[in-house]
């Protein structure tokens, strides 16, 4: 099997990435909407991924008998911003000790906290495929004389399976919803304590009340000019988490020109103009929540159009599960509970691979203790 790099996702067709990322499109939604070419190239032609962005995509990619088999979105890394399964720490030390930490490599979805496959292998290529990947990785990563490579949000199989083959496996941890076969969000509310289901309803209420209406927008529903509006909601919402937004303005243009079925957008809007946003992707089980913003402050409108229009939506599409994104400890009074994040790392320095397989043990274990804890503390009513 040849392993080799791509200057670019551009510089494969679509159908042969699109093979062995979603294979079975045909049938339906992919499984996970940002691992699509369409996705991938979109970051890429506007100009979010690439040439000073610090996120040069290099594309791997392993043949075998004539034809591409397996696919990973690899980037060279010149910093560790928009990947939020963070290494900060990591680059601190081995600089401190005389090291250079960047360039790296990275396999992930820039941007973009949300668990799926990354080892991309055509049906019947899943064992041999992955296996091809990881040690092309390695391999580049060694003879380029880099620190480090690193598998972001990749499943809990990939991270078994690089874990088998020398990689160090990391856990962290996020807050999902899943839906346990509601049929309305009167049911979910059934299910959770007496406290917990008035303050929700309350917080409900009083989103609602903020002067307007609130419309979730799919497809063809969605125009040009809803895209202008929501781009004042992220760049509001980038200046002021992160200093400036990942994201350019194209990559929106490039979102409704490919991917507008693959994206729900809530709207918040007061006499017919969006005042708030939230933009969702819709995966063949599983619903993301990505972005929000606003340019008027009202109480609850965030819950509202982050949380529990996505939980409604996920109940009338019999959806899985609905994953809203990093960090946030709000979430579990909302009906999200803790859930396991997988990463995967490979560390060139012998030394340094040691003191970071020690850290990673360790944080294992408190994250084990977290999500058993944060579990206990959840709004849902005991045996519910």
């Known amino acids: 099997m040849e392993v080799t790099l791509l200057p670019g996702l551009t510089a494969i067709d679509a159908a042969d990435w699109d093979a062995c990322a979603c294979p079975a499109v045909s049938s339906g939604r992919p499984q996970d909407p940002f691992v699509t070419h369409r996705f991938l190239a979109a970051l890429e032609r506007s100009g979010s991924v690439g040439p000073g962005t610090g996120w040069d995509p290099r594309p791997l990619v392993a043949r075998a008998e004539g034809r591409i088999v397996a696919v990973a979105p690899l980037y060279v890394k010149s910093h560790s911003q928009g990947e939020y399964i963070f290494d900060h720490g990591w680059a601190d030390a081995l600089e401190r ?41 390695v ?30 496996h ?64 992220y760049q509001d919402t980038g200046s002021r988490k992160w200093g400036r937004p990942y994201l350019t303005r194209a990559f929106f243009d490039e979102v409704h020109r490919t991917m507008r ?31 929000w913003g606003a340019v008027e402050d009202h109480p609850c409108l965030h819950f509202e159009c982050c949380y529990y229009q996505a939980i409604d939506f996920a109940i009338e599409q019999r959806l899985a599960r609905v994953e809203a994104g990093a960090q946030g400890e709000h979430k ?21 691979r040691t003191a970071v397989a020690r850290f990673l043990q360790a944080e294992r274990a408190a994250v084990g203790q977290d999500i058993e804890v944060l579990t206990d503390y959840g709004p849902f009513r005991k045996g519910a």
């Not at 490599?105 to 668990?115: D, E, H, K, S």
């Not at 007061?270 to 946003?277: D, Q, S």
């Open 97 to 137: 000790a005389g090291g250079r930490y960047y360039p790296k490599l990275q396999i992930a979805v820039p941007f973009t906290p949300a668990t799926g496959r990354r080892f991309l292998t055509a049906p019947g290529w899943d064992g041999p495929g992955r296996a091809a990947l990881i040690e092309g990785m």
């Open 139 to 168: 391999r580049i990563a060694a003879e380029a004389r880099l620190s480090s490579a690193h598998v972001t949000f990749c499943t809990r199989d990939e991270a078994e399976a690089g874990a088998s083959q020398g990689l160090l």
């Open 170 to 233: 990391r856990v962290t941890q996020q807050y999902h919803w899943e839906n346990r076969g509601y049929r309305d969000f009167g049911a979910f509310l059934e299910a959770l304590a007496s406290r917990k289901r008035k303050a929700i309803r309350k917080e409900r209420e009083v989103a609602r009340a903020f002067g307007g209406t609130i419309r979730r927008l799919t497809g063809d529903e969605i125009r040009p000019e809803h895209w202008d509006a929501f781009w004042r909601f």
């Open 261 to 291: 079925d693959d994206a729900l957008l809530v709207l918040a809007e007061r006499n017919g103009i969006p005042v708030a946003g939230a933009l969702n992707f819709i995966g063949r089980e599983t619903l993301f929540g990505r972005y």
């Open 332 to 352: 579990l009074a909302r009906g999200y509970l803790p859930s396991e994040i997988h990463s995967l790392h490979w560390i060139a320095e012998p030394s340094f």
